[in-house]
């Protein structure tokens, strides 16, 4: 009787490993592609939110800064007509 070998000898298990091999091929592409899908998703719904955001802003802030420009625009036209009235009256007066 011959003596069998110590420790015994392990089962091949890498032929059944390679057989799926092309399923890891498939598998890979599709998995890299949905996390670039997703991490493009939401790269660009961050940005979209973050410009909404902005705008809403904007027009709210819209009606105080036209009233701003308005009553500047009012300032600079009385100071304009006191300066013309100022420089009418200097010259009346030569």
Avoid at 33 to 40: E, K
Avoid at 59 to 73: L, T, Y
Wanted: no cysteine.
């Amino acid at each position: 009787m011959a003596a069998s070998p110590f420790p015994p000898p392990a089962p091949d298990v890498g032929g059944s490993v390679l057989s799926l091999a092309w399923l890891w091929d498939l598998i890979w592409p599709a998995l890299s592609s949905a996390f670039g899908a997703g991490v493009v998703w939401g790269a660009s719904r961050s940005t979209v939110i973050e410009h909404d955001r902005r705008l809403t802003k904007l027009e709210d802030s819209v009606p105080e800064g036209m009233k701003a420009i308005a009553d500047k625009i009012d300032d600079n036209h009385r100071e304009a007509m006191r300066m013309i009235v100022s420089l009418a009256q200097r010259k009346a007066d030569v």
